[in-house]
């Protein structure tokens, strides 16, 4: 019997595509790039599975055009690319790949805001540029992160991991908002108190951002919400581009009205805003959060997994529908 067809989208590493040979007859791209939908579209042509990343669009136009299509199964956890809907009403089977990633996107996550607190990507630029002649009693000084105020916004399973380095670690008091608070379970543990959006803006040290995103998200930190917050606070994105306003972000950061920034994800990227670029008091990451070997390929093998389940009529691991 001939093996089931599937389509990897993206450059994987070599023994995962090998693991799935074991199972499929697979067709890769070598290429690190995105491809554009009508070449995706040609190349699903007879496959029954897709490994994804996070950024192949799959919608209703690519659905009707790949009817052969039984399951997309993603290596990352955010899933805005994905339509889960129309391929629900498909029968197309779809899974991301949660918990795989969440401490290692939770380490990073801490170290982009330790870096933007203590200006780090500043002070590096400084020694790199000769700059570095004397020392001065207020030379780069930053802000304190240890026994400050921790803000999550969104305190899912990478939210509440950043939550517990910061109460646990490094002795924060955390404040979180999500659209329901958590169980006492969960926050008594991490002195964890919810509050309304505005007083998490207007009383955190250090805010960090890690909610999915979804189109309510859109720019939900903007001007309006930036001018809330402390101007000594720091920022951290590492959720989806889109969800802060990046133009707003780097008025404000210019402006003094925030101390300063730390982004893995942007709006439009991997083109970043020519204002941001400008910042000094900004560390810039391209979208390497849960970029760690092991991670990377943990987050490989359930998106594999999970396709094997899917077409071998098994339980798929992380199912989204
Ligand atoms: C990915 C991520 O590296 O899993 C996610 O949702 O954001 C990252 O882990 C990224 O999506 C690559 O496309």
Redesign the pocket.
């Known amino acids: 019997m001939s093996k089931p067809a599937v389509f990897v989208a993206r450059r994987i590493f070599p023994d995962i595509v090998d693991r799935l040979r074991e199972h499929f007859d697979v067709e890769e791209t070598e290429s690190d790039q995105p491809l554009p939908q009508p070449e995706l579209i040609r190349r699903l042509q007879g496959k029954a599975g897709l490994f994804a990343?996070?950024?192949e669009r799959i919608d209703t136009f690519l659905l009707e055009a790949c009817p052969a299509l039984q399951a997309v199964c993603l290596m990352?956890?955010?899933y805005n690319n994905v339509d889960v809907a129309a391929c629900t009403a498909r029968g197309v089977r779809v899974s991301n790949?949660p918990d795989v990633?969440t401490e290692t996107?939770a380490d990073f996550g801490f170290a982009l805001m330790l870096a933007a607190a203590r200006r780090v990507s500043e002070a590096e630029a400084y020694l790199r540029a000769g700059r570095w002649k004397e020392w001065h009693v207020d030379l780069l000084v930053g802000a304190d992160v240890h026994g400050r105020t921790l803000g999550v916004l969104g305190m899912g399973r990478i939210g509440q991991a950043i939550a517990r380095r910061g109460a646990l670690g490094f002795g924060m008091k955390v404040i979180y908002h999500n659209r329901s608070r958590l169980p006492e379970s969960v926050e008594a543990p991490l002195g964890a108190r919810w509050v309304s959006k505005p007083q998490l803006l207007a009383e955190a040290d250090h805010l960090i951002v890690v909610l999915p995103y979804s189109p309510e998200a859109q720019h939900l930190i903007a001007a309006r919400e930036l001018a809330l917050m402390k101007p000594t606070a720091t920022l951290t994105n590492i959720a989806?581009g889109g969800i802060v306003d990046d133009a707003a972000l780097a008025d404000a950061l210019q402006q003094g009205h925030l101390a300063a920034a730390g982004l893995d994800?942007f709006e439009g990227e991997p083109t970043v805003h020519p204002a941001l670029l400008e910042c000094r008091n900004v560390v810039l990451t391209p979208?390497?959060?849960?970029?760690s070997i092991p991670t990377r390929r943990a987050?490989c093998h359930l998106a594999v997994d999970n396709l094997i389940a899917a077409l071998t009529g098994g339980e798929m691991k992380t199912a989204l529908n």
């Open positions: 990343t996070g950024t990352t956890v955010g790949a990633l996107t989806r994800v979208h390497i959060a849960s970029a987050m």
